[in-house]
């Protein structure tokens, strides 16, 4: 099986503008989580969707969202950038009701300058 | 909400040596313990988990252990080699949909330098 990918692998963007990246889950894989990575904070969970409906949330401000299309791909979005939302955004999909083990994709770097 | 510490925040040992890093967790239902291995440029590889209802689970030269009492487990590789250098990730997370797990709370990384 094909495992996750994410696009871009890089982007550059600057403050104030807003970014999309998306995430395609291991096929059958019905769950996303996004994470963000940060040198100071480490892996900090953003949010997770299954089943096209968001059902987990961690403490990120509003400007961070998401969402899972009916084919399971997900896309998170950053509105009015800040400098330090430069970080490496993870997904990670997990497949199934009774399972538990999440797979990362690559990650997106994004730079805000 | 869980809180995972991670020690040391870098380790350095010589090929054919043992490191062991530890990890403390804070919610007590915390079920499930995943260790991630990630090398520079590359996501985080899912290296060994271990379930609340298991004390140890050993995969050739890795092992995790589990002490519910005390909130914590370990991470533990012996015969280290030159390509087990990489940042270590131990966290946590509880079964909230059926046993999913779609929330991991990570520790802060453990760099591990292994010298030939």
């Known amino acids: 099986k094909a495992g996750v990918t994410q696009t871009p692998r890089y982007l550059i963007k600057t403050r104030g503008q807003q970014v999309t990246l998306s995430c395609s889950p291991i096929s059958g894989h019905r769950s996303v989580s996004w994470y963000q990575q940060t040198p100071g904070q480490g892996l900090q969970f953003l949010f997770e969707y299954f089943s096209e409906t968001q059902r987990n949330k961690g403490n990120f401000p509003g400007r961070f969202s998401g969402r899972q299309f009916s084919n399971s791909r997900s896309e998170m979005n950053v509105s009015t950038l800040e400098l330090g939302d430069s970080a490496l955004y993870l997904c990670a999909s997990m497949g199934g009701p009774s399972t538990d083990t999440q797979y990362f994709g690559p990650g997106t770097r994004l730079t805000v300058l | 909400g869980e809180n995972v510490e991670q020690h040391p925040s870098t380790l350095s040992v010589q090929e054919g040596d043992s490191a062991v890093i530890k990890c403390t967790y804070s919610d007590s239902a915390s079920n499930y313990f995943p260790w991630y291995k990630q090398e520079l440029g590359k996501g985080p590889q899912l290296i060994i988990d271990?379930?609340?209802?298991?004390g140890e689970k050993k995969d050739q030269r890795i092992a995790v252990t589990l002490n519910k009492t005390a909130k914590h487990f370990s991470l533990h590789i012996t015969e280290t080699q030159p390509e087990d250098s990489a940042v270590y990730f131990c966290a946590a997370s509880t079964g909230n949909y059926g046993g999913s797990q779609g929330n991991l709370i990570f520790g802060k990384g453990t760099k591990l330098s292994v010298k030939p």
């Open positions: 271990i379930r609340s209802n298991v």
